[in-house]
């Protein structure tokens, strides 16, 4: 198995639910601060898709809606630098392996990925 990398906030009830979910399934992870280390501009890039830049937003966030970003259309770049403005833009967990991404929690999905 690859190395997992997760990127969650103490405070996120998704990212605690992940990470206990992670432990009781025995799968090793580095755990980074999403705030404090957030993700470098190239995995951003990476993970964050053109066609569909929302999904991967964090859209409880004050600043999606203080920047009114569901009621306008954003570029991929626009987003990008928008999360390392502030990181707390970014959907979470961010959960990476293999050079591929994962954002949320959903127990069947999740294994799935960290498993394949």
Sequence with gaps: ????????????????????????QGVEYQLKDIVHEPPPRSLLEKVIRAENIYSSLNQRSTTYRSNHLGKRRTTKNEAIRLMLKDPNLIKRPLIIKDNRAYQGFEEDSLIDFVEN
């Design 1 to 24: 198995m690859g190395e997992v990398v997760v990127y969650a906030k103490k405070s996120c009830q998704q990212c605690k639910k992940a990470i206990a979910f992670l432990d009781k």
